[in-house]
Nanobody, 126 residues
Framework: QVPLVESGGGLVQAGDSLRLSCAAS????????MGWFRQVPGKEREFVAA????????YYADFVKGRFTISRDTAKNTVYLQVNSLKPEDTAVYYC???????????????????WGQGTQVTVSS
């Protein structure tokens, strides 16, 4: 098992920045990639970004457009999502996920991830 705990969400104004964190525990040696997804009530959960644990290679959704940066600290078993220039449409629950195998379908496929956190709410007011 790889329990994941997100933190760093909150209520901010448009244009503000946040840094979301996700701490992994348990069998962290098995992590291959960690990713961030987000979900708005009534909509499908969507891919935001992912980072390969060993190489730090990263992947982003097109809508990120340079505003978000994913990074990881292997010593702390933590992945971060720096979100800048927040917009009201970024309001969502942000979920952290971990994959323990090489991707077959790609970083954006939710089925690639074996473990999920409970989510952290980000609310952006206009």
């Amino acid at each position: 098992q790889v329990p994941l705990v997100e933190s760093g969400g909150g209520l901010v104004q448009a244009g503000d920045s946040l840094r979301l964190s996700c701490a992994a525990s348990g069998r962290t040696f098995s992590i291959y990639t960690m990713g961030w997804f987000r979900q708005v009530p009534g909509k499908e959960r969507e891919f935001v970004a992912a980072v390969v644990w060993s190489s730090s290679s990263s992947y982003y959704a097109d809508f990120v457009k340079g505003r978000f940066t994913i990074s990881r600290d292997t010593a702390k078993n933590t992945v971060y999502l720096q979100v800048n220039s927040l917009k009201p449409e970024d309001t969502a629950v942000y979920y952290c996920a971990a994959s323990t195998h090489v991707f077959r379908l790609g970083a954006a496929a939710q089925g690639e991830y074996d473990y999920w956190g409970q989510g952290t709410q980000v609310t952006v007011s206009s």
